[in-house]
């Protein structure tokens, strides 16, 4: 068992060239396992062999809904990564209107993350979700999925910035949110955070991003998602094991 998880890095990323073996010495000095995230083809590749040769990582493998506007989900592509023993989850995808526009975008977007919702069940994985300023849309698609086909989607929807009232319907679901080391410098969370069932609730850095305190200005890592647990144990005013302690069991039954 680690003793910390980390369900949404990017140690895939340019930003750990120079230092990458340090980096994974930090983690295992820690106990943290990660899950690395892919947004497009070459990066869920660069996340199975990640976790093919390091026994903390874990892959996800998707197409992100903007970071590549060309480029749609190849099955037959990610048919080769999905087998893989670590590849665990169907992602990031999602949708995002914060930075492209709903009325231009919204059906390449639709499709796309349809694409990989098929895939997901196909496979039975959970997606990792990536959703700004779309939450509504993603959740009614959800549901319109579940109703239609019968089957129950499941997944994260990481980096979560919604309110009490998105957070529920998303639980309702059978969705998990995760929370990011934004926690530790601004208060806007702490209602879901203290009023979710500790059980779908977990813990991400979205590494080499929002770095979280007492690291702020540095680059991301996922060793520093404990800092995240402290956080989250210290709002809902609960002991720090149990608090991490469960996260980890969180993430293990996501990833199966």
Not at 56 to 78: L, M, T
Not at 159 to 187: M, P, Y
Request: proline letters at 4%.
């Amino acid at each position: 068992m680690p003793k910390y998880f980390d369900v949404h890095s990017h140690l895939n990323s340019s930003a750990y060239q120079k230092d990458f073996d340090e980096v994974v010495k930090r983690l295992k000095e820690t106990e943290t396992y990660t899950m690395v995230v892919g947004t497009d083809f070459k990066s869920s590749k660069e996340a199975v062999d990640l976790a093919d040769k390091y026994e903390e990582i874990y892959a996800c493998i998707g197409i992100h809904p903007i970071d590549n506007p060309s480029q749609s989900f190849e099955r037959e592509k990610f048919e080769k990564l999905v087998k893989h023993p670590k590849t665990v989850a169907i992602g990031e995808c999602g949708m995002d209107f914060f930075h492209a526009d709903k009325n231009a975008d919204y059906e390449r977007q639709k499709k796309l993350f349809l694409d990989q919702v098929k895939f997901a069940l196909k496979y039975d994985k959970p997606l990792m979700i990536h959703a700004r300023n779309a939450y509504e849309e993603l959740i009614e698609l959800l549901k319109s999925i579940t109703w239609t086909r019968r089957v129950q989607v499941r997944g994260n929807v990481h980096f979560f910035a919604g309110d009490w009232a998105v957070a529920q319907k998303l639980f309702a679901l059978g969705f998990t949110v995760s929370f990011t080391g934004v926690i530790t410098f601004v208060r806007d969370y702490d209602e879901v955070i203290k009023s979710a069932p500790l059980n779908m609730i977990m813990s991400e850095t979205d590494s080499p991003y929002v770095t979280p305190t007492p690291y702020r200005g540095k680059r991301n890592e996922p060793s520093y998602v404990s800092e995240v647990v402290k956080k989250i144990a210290e709002i809902r005013e609960e002991n720090d094991k149990i608090v991490g302690d469960t996260l980890v069991s969180n993430a293990l039954s996501m990833i199966g």
